[in-house]
């Protein structure tokens, strides 16, 4: 009786060795790295587009005039090989 | 009664708040107003349940006005008995809000005026019967959502507050889309965003299917619904005292609120086909937010994972689609709103006083203060559903109602569910029991005071209705129940 059949050290074994160490510590991981990590991830790449394409609002009247040009191209050349 | 009133009480509050010259004053406003609309919510009960007494079905109290005819967009106001029992819910976590800010020394007026105007687009959403303005009013309430993170947060709040408005926003898309969709399946191409004449639609099952999709994974990214949730724990945990109560309190039940009602009951072929998807989902929810919470060291971000459990029920309330399920997803929003901001409110009185929210830091903080422990033990007991408190009745008829359906999927589904009240269990009497019992660990923590009035006052508001749903839970249940099966008949999955 005096070490109370053990149910105190029973416990302690299975909440943490067993259910925190491997249930619980993991399901915590999940949560931060993968499905926080997927949010973040998908804020991130939208960051990172919008830095990427920024570049193409330049203001310069020179720049949008080649883009429009090469746009052109492209177009009359999609319109006498597919047509 | 006039429902508008509801609607004008806050309106004038806020202006009162705004124009008032001192911050004092202001502050005096925001009670006042809101103690004002508690009290119109109490007689709203009374008449509501005078009318019901008489006979009266449905919703009632309804009024009508155009806003928009060119494309029938009307004011359409009206409550049923669910609604009644999320605007009560509404009233008791703003007036608690408000008293637990009291000292607020921040920009203290625009303070008010944000809890104000969160106030007023939950009391707009729930007795809205137009799509439309119900998804105004859902709207309305996202920016001073924002703002009270971004601006009176705390850590990561810049960062805590553009994800929750970005996924709240990105939900609010879905909604969007869902009901614009519902219009063009209008049987003879005339729109209206009326719920009470879409419910009569004669809309097809597939179309049904998709649309409830769209509607019900909007309003449940608003409820935490997984994988949709990781605002919640950041944001929470990243807002100021009264932002955590009325997220936690008010804003979660938007999206519980608005599956049922516009998901749920206007689209029964979609609830059809996605109920054991919602089932699945919420139990998920359910155990992984309990067992996440388990590995929590700030008492924020305990009640934050813990909000992400408690939310599951009600998810799993609404996907079991029976009578007493659907009425338990609505009790335990009541009930989870109510101990939840006790909660929060409780973790904010111990921080202004302690300056950290780690468990580790605290320990036998029941000397110096008593009064607040008490508070966090009931919060705590009613969180892991201690009979006599909230908890225990709406997590018992979401159990109840989820054995209604006898297939293996969901009775394993209820056994799993009700298994994570043990893990609840083990996480709030453990955090409880650091911060509170035991000996003081940290010396300085000795001279500590216990609760002025004003939080006093807070937290009796928010015990007075988690006591008066433990201890009597019949005139919740006959408030909510009629109406609950209203919704379920439709789909004729429940047991008469």
Known sequence: MRDKFYFDELYLFVTKEVIFRFIGAPAAWIDRKVVNGLVDLTGNTALKVSDAVKGLQSGRVQQYALFFLGGLIVLVLLMTYLF | ?496
């Open chain 2, 1 to 496: 009664m006039n429902l508008t009133i509801l609607l004008a009480i806050p309106v004038l509050t806020l202006l009162a708040v705004l124009l008032l010259p001192g911050a004092r004053q202001a502050r005096w406003a925001a009670l006042a107003g809101a103690a004002v609309q508690l009290a119109a919510s109490l007689v709203l009960l009374l008449r509501f349940r005078a009318a019901r007494a008489d006979g009266g079905k449905g919703f009632l109290f309804q009024m009508q006005h155009d806003w928009y005819p060119d494309w029938n967009i009307g004011f359409h106001l009206g409550v049923d008995g669910i609604s009644v029992a999320m605007i009560l819910l509404t009233t008791l976590v703003v007036v608690a809000g408000v008293l637990v800010s009291w000292e607020e020394a921040r920009m203290p007026k625009t303070f008010f005026a944000m809890l104000t105007l969160l106030g007023l687009g939950a009391y707009g959403f729930f007795v809205s019967l137009d799509l439309f303005a119900m998804f105004f009013f859902l709207e309305l309430a996202v920016v001073p959502k924002y703002l009270l993170i971004a601006l009176w947060g705390s850590g990561r709040k810049e960062y805590s507050a553009n994800k929750l408005a970005i996924m709240l926003m990105g939900a609010s898309v879905a909604i969007l889309m869902g009901i614009i969709a519902l219009m063009f399946s209008a049987p003879d191409g005339q729109w209206t965003f009326d719920m009470l004449r879409i419910v009569e639609w004669d809309v097809p099952a597939d179309t049904q299917v998709t649309i409830f999709g769209l509607i019900f994974i909007g309003f449940g990214v608003f409820t935490a619904l997984f994988p949709f949730h990781t605002w919640v724990p950041d944001g929470h945990s990243s807002a100021p005292t009264a932002g955590s109560m009325f997220l936690a309190g008010i804003s979660m039940k938007l999206g519980g609120y608005g599956c049922l009602r516009a998901a749920v009951w206007l689209l029964p072929e979609g609830a059809l086909a996605y109920g054991d998807a919602i089932v699945g989902l919420s139990v998920i929810a359910i155990l992984y937010g309990a067992f996440v919470t388990l590995m929590q060291t700030d008492l924020k971000y305990i009640n934050a994972y813990s909000s992400v459990s408690h939310c599951g029920f009600v998810l799993l309330g609404i996907g079991m689609l029976t009578k007493a399920a659907v009425a338990g997803a609505v009790l335990q929003m009541v009930s989870h709103g109510l101990m939840t901001a006790l909660f929060f409110a409780v973790i904010g009185m111990v921080y202004v006083r302690t300056h950290t929210r780690q468990v580790a830091e605290m320990g036998g903080l029941m000397k110096p203060m008593p009064f607040i422990a008490v508070l966090m033990f009931l919060a705590g007991l009613s969180s892991l559903g201690l009979p006599g408190l909230s908890g225990f009745v709406a997590e018992m008829s979401v159990f109840v109602g989820g054995w209604e359906r006898d297939t293996a999927f969901h009775r394993s589904a209820t056994v799993l569910a009700a298994m994570s009240i043990v893990v609840t269990a083990v996480y709030v009497l453990r955090a409880i029991g650091a911060t509170m019992m035991g000996p003081l660990r940290d010396q300085a923590h000795a001279a500590l005071t216990d609760a002025a009035w004003y939080e006093k006052a807070a937290a009796l508001v928010l015990t007075a209705g988690i006591l008066a749903m433990g201890l009597a839970p019949g005139w919740l249940n006959d408030l909510v129940g009629p109406d609950a099966a209203a919704i379920v008949t439709r789909l004729g999955t429940s047991t008469p």
